[in-house]
């Protein structure tokens, strides 16, 4: 990164540097969930040589925060990691990837890895990591299907969502399942979503974001989905043949360790919590 280019985002893009700055605190703890070496640089290098005062904006990393998002990423990644035992030469494609590390986690030798972010935070994004021959970047909207263009599902597709769907207006979401579904027979989607919470106002746009630190609010999540709504996602194309829930892996203490993995027998919370869905596309 020139030593004088400076990290500054907001809005969306700028959560980037959140779940980055909370994954990196967990990967640091000699009982990680998540060892993320990569992860750790870069924190230090978007600190030292972006000059980003996490402390100021983001407060200090909240534990149980942190170590919710490397789980959420160790499921994304063993994800990636079984669509590669079956499709050891084919693309992942991380919508909206932010400063993740997940390449350097899964990376099998063989699979081609396309990052696409909008114009500015992938230019972050570019000037902070190394690009290797089977790591490509788009600067394109997730929304607009012009990212689908030029990849071969034939060599099989993975496409991850991770911290990006809740951005988006519910039809921006089932527009982007038919499109995957259109463009990538026989691949796949996984996504995380967040919980509807009771009592909200009508419109979900108008919401604000939950605050994370003192005076930093993560922006609105237009888009929410319960577990039991998984279903209705097959609306969205007749391709999409299967929807599978992803389970956390389990994590360490009370919270991540013992409540969590048992919540999915609790019929209130396994309904309202956050989850992590993979969607299989039909083959032609
Ligand atoms: C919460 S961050 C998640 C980053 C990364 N996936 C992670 O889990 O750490 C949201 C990311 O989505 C990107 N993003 C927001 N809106 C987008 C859009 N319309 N198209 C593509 N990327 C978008 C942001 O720039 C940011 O990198």
């Known amino acids: 990164m020139a030593a004088n280019t400076a990290v ?3 809005g969306v893009p700028e959560t980037m540097l959140w779940t980055l700055y909370q994954r990196a605190a967990e990967a640091r703890r000699p009982d990680t969930v998540l060892p993320d070496p990569e992860a750790v640089a870069l924190v230090e290098a978007v600190a030292e040589t972006g000059g980003f005062a996490f ?3 983001f407060g200090h990393p909240h534990p149980l925060a942190a170590q919710a998002l490397a789980l959420r990423a160790a499921c994304f990644d063993s994800v990636v990691r079984q669509f590669l035992d079956a499709y050891p030469d084919g693309t992942v494609v991380s919508l909206g990837e932010g400063l993740e590390t997940a390449f350097w986690r899964c990376d099998n030798g063989r699979v081609s890895w396309l990052t696409v972010d909008l114009p500015e935070p992938l230019a ?3 000037s902070l990591l190394p690009h290797g021959s ?3 970047t788009l600067a ?3 929304r607009d299907p012009a990212w689908t263009a030029g990849i071969d599902p034939a060599r099989g597709v993975l496409v991850l969502a991770q911290g990006l769907l809740m951005y988006f207006r519910p039809p921006e979401v089932r527009d982007l399942i038919a ?4 463009h990538f027979p026989g691949g796949g989607l996984v996504f995380d979503a967040v919980p509807r919470t009771p009592g909200r106002p009508a419109d979900p746009a108008a919401r604000r974001g939950p605050p994370v630190a003192r005076g930093y609010r993560l922006p609105p999540m237009p888009w929410r989905m319960n577990a039991r709504q998984r279903p209705a996602l097959a609306t969205a194309h007749p391709a999409v043949a299967e929807i599978r829930p992803v389970e956390l892996p389990p994590g360490r203490g009370l919270l ?4 969590a993995p048992r919540v999915e027998r609790l019929p209130v919370l396994r309904n309202r919590r956050p989850t992590v869905t993979l969607l299989r596309f039909a083959s032609r």
Do not use: K, M, P
């Not at 991540?256 to 409540?259: E, I, N, S």
């Open 140 to 142: 394109c909207d997730a």
């Open 179 to 182: 499109s995957c579904a259109e």
């Open 134 to 136: 089977r790591q490509h």
């Open 8 to 10: 500054a985002l907001d």
């Open 55 to 57: 402390t100021e904006r």
């Open 256 to 259: 991540w360790g013992t409540a």
């Open 124 to 126: 972050v994004r570019h």
